[in-house]
Nanobody, 118 residues
Framework: QVQLVESGGGLAQAGGSLRLSCAAS????????MGWYRQAPGKQRELVASITTGGTTNYAEAVKGRFTISTDNAKNTGYLQMNSLKPEDTAVYYC????????????WGQGTQVTVSS
């Protein structure tokens, strides 16, 4: 399984920005599809954004216009740029991906905590 390590979380004020990174280890020759997810206390994990090799992106309605998903295929790394943060964005953020030529997705990492204050 692909090993995933999320980073870049922290404390931000409402209206601020954070950039999350998702590093994938192993012999990966590009990313087929990648998604960012988040889970707030007492809530189910939800899909925030996804991107395919063709560049097609999808965003949850709650983050449209504020978050941007991208990948650096040469580095096997994904990113989530988060702008105009709101307190309701507070959650643990996770990434997952499927490498080019692979059938299985990676295993869930530990995630990175994002906390947005009022």
């Amino acid at each position: 399984q692909v090993q995933l390590v999320e980073s870049g979380g922290g404390l931000a004020q409402a209206g601020g920005s954070l950039r999350l990174s998702c590093a994938a280890s192993g012999s990966i020759f590009g990313i087929n599809v990648m998604g960012w997810y988040r889970q707030a206390p007492g809530k189910q994990r939800e899909l925030v954004a996804s991107i395919t090799t063709g560049g097609t992106t999808n965003y949850a309605e709650a983050v449209k216009g504020r978050f941007t998903i991208s990948t650096d295929n040469a580095k096997n790394t994904g990113y989530l740029q988060m702008n105009s943060l709101k307190p309701e964005d507070t959650a643990v953020y996770y990434c997952n991906l499927r490498p080019v030529g692979a059938i299985l997705w990676g295993t869930w990492g530990q995630g990175t905590q994002v906390t947005v204050s009022s």
